[in-house]
């Protein structure tokens, strides 16, 4: 029987860290995400114009400068004084104004300030997840580790799946919030991210429903026998809750039990349907991200997530399918 005895693996330095992770998560991306701190220059205007800023007031003259140099803003552009400079909202769009000899710098912000609050809060929020999963079982991949002491793919994929939609939703939401937005959370999700998300959690939950019922099955004995001694040659002591192998103790589980089967007639085999899933993941979130970084290349107001293919999600939502089909059926001979 798996043994998660261990009162001594959650310590105060997992609560600290935790605490100061879940600060950073939200107090990076706001330094990042200032507009002042990374800026791109665009073109010069005269320093008459100086007067019409300091009246938070946008002149038609200036209006031309901004139209002649391809950033048109209307004259209701809200205009506030900020770090020496003055900020010009219009819209969707930002303008950094700062005094330089010979005249006023137009800049707008990086839009690689966006990409590095991403890269920082996905980062984090992994790192998070990771030290939990080590006050939990002792174990630095302990985030991956179920109440099997096995490795879980199931597990892999949701940890991907938030790590990727979660940071990226804080940023959109904290980067409107440093543009002015209104509504910082008014963030269009597609309907097929919602589908892909909740595949995703199905098979996290549906996993333990299967193997619950084939916990109560006994297994035959020889089959029992052979499967576990094979097993402990590659991964140390082994045994089974009825047709379901499980490890003794949380620092037995490997990677390969993410592509193994988990019954006594089938532990050591490779499962082709897992193989499967796991590349289709891997594939759709690397493909996602990267449309996800697109989005957040620019500098205006984000309104809404990158679109998914419904092909993709039909793919997905096959793999998935095929994944849980494949553990319901029976692999292990009845004793």
Known sequence: MANNSNPKRWTNWHTCGLLIIVIAIFAIPLQVLDTTSALSKLFNVSVEFEGDLNNSTISKELEREFKNNSCPISGSAKVTKKDGGWEITGGEKIYIVKRAEGGLNIYTPSSANRRKAWFSVMALMTLSIIIAGHGATGRWAGLLIDERNRMSLSRLQMILWTAIILSGLLVAALSNTTLGAKDPLAIALPEELWML????????????????????????????????????????????IGQVIVNEKPEDARVSNMFKGEETGNATQLDLGKVQMFYFTLILALTYAVALGDVLTG??????????????????????????????????QKG
């Not at 299967?210 to 590659?234: D, G, H, V, W, Y």
């Not at 809404?304 to 692999?331: C, D, Q």
């Open 299 to 332: 500098v205006e107001k984000i309104t809404e997530f990158p679109v998914l293919s419904s092909s993709m999600v039909a793919l997905m939502l096959i793999s998935h399918a095929g994944y849980l089909t494949n553990k319901a059926i029976p692999h292990s």
């Open 197 to 240: 998300m909740g595949i995703s959690t199905a098979s996290l939950v549906g996993s333990p429903l299967i193997r619950s019922n084939k916990r109560a099955q006994m297994p035959e004995t020889e089959e029992t026998k052979k499967t576990l001694k094979e097993a402990e040659n590659e991964e140390g002591k082994v045994s089974n």
